[in-house]
């Protein structure tokens, strides 16, 4: 038992530094231009290892220097969806994003909303979830402060740093909590066909509404009918289009 025990961790050791060899496979391609290469070795690294923000974000860089531009868009939409706080991946997303045919201006929306929201996209879900425990820690300490302080000044500080620590706390649970249900719930996609004509029906007699091109992001609204579902574009616009004809971010 002890002999296959030891076999077992072994072959986990060689798995693990093989993967890591990939990775520094991968990056050695990219570095020296042999994006085809890095392109399959970052999937590789994906199908092995899960998710990661960092070979989402190579791989997307890869894609876009391969100028497969609808391919970048989904890779950097993946990687933002994981860390929204990443400035470097936000402004690659915008470069790929403005070499796409459809170019939608979002629909305006109330200040507050964006202000949220973009409050909200400043940290990832696990460091909202790190600032609400340490500020509930600190919240803890300022409650101590409050009763047991043998100073009306120590009482008043503990008081005012206890409520700011308390607003911290719920502010960051309830942004954590949101970009969980983003992540688990995702409704974002990318068009992947070269153009597709968007339906007022699921089906191929409905009426032609739209048509979009490769690399524009769509939210689905319905996914029931199989075969089919149906998007809404950042404007507003819906309709149906072949299910084949999207990716999932």
């Excluded at 496979?25 to 392109?39: G, P, S, V």
């Excluded at 391919?71 to 994003?97: C, Q, S």
């Excluded at 942004?175 to 597709?196: C, D, H, K, Y």
């Amino acid at each position: 038992m002890k002999k296959i025990s030891v076999l077992f961790l072994f072959l986990c050791f060689v798995q693990f530094i093989g993967v890591a060899a990939t990775k520094e496979e991968a990056d050695y391609a990219y570095q020296n231009n042999d994006f085809k290469t890095a392109i399959e070795q970052y999937e590789a690294i994906l199908a092995t290892q899960g998710e990661s923000a960092a070979i989402y974000y190579n791989l997307g860089n890869s894609y876009f220097k391969e100028k497969e531009i609808a391919k970048a868009v989904l890779n950097y939409e993946r990687a933002l969806l994981l860390n929204p706080g990443d400035a470097d991946i936000r402004f690659n997303l915008e470069m790929a994003r403005g070499k796409t045919v459809d170019q939608i201006t979002p629909a305006r929306e109330v200040f507050i909303v964006t202000w949220v929201n973009a409050l909200m996209n400043t940290l990832s879900e696990s460091a909202w979830g790190i600032l609400g425990i340490l500020s509930f820690i600190l919240l803890l300490i300022g409650l101590v402060f409050y009763i047991f302080g043998n100073r009306l000044w120590i009482k008043k500080a503990g008081f005012i740093a206890a409520v700011a620590f308390l607003i911290v706390t719920v502010v960051a649970n309830l942004f954590a909590s949101e970009q969980r249900s983003e992540l688990e719930n995702r409704n974002g996609a990318v068009v992947m066909s070269p153009t597709v004509t968007v339906k007022s029906t699921p089906n191929e007699s409905g009426t032609d509404l739209f048509v979009l091109h490769e690399g524009t992001k769509v939210y689905i609204e319905d996914d029931s009918m199989k075969g089919w579902k149906e998007i809404r574009l950042e404007d507003g616009n819906k309709g149906w289009l072949p299910a084949e004809t999207i990716e999932l971010i």
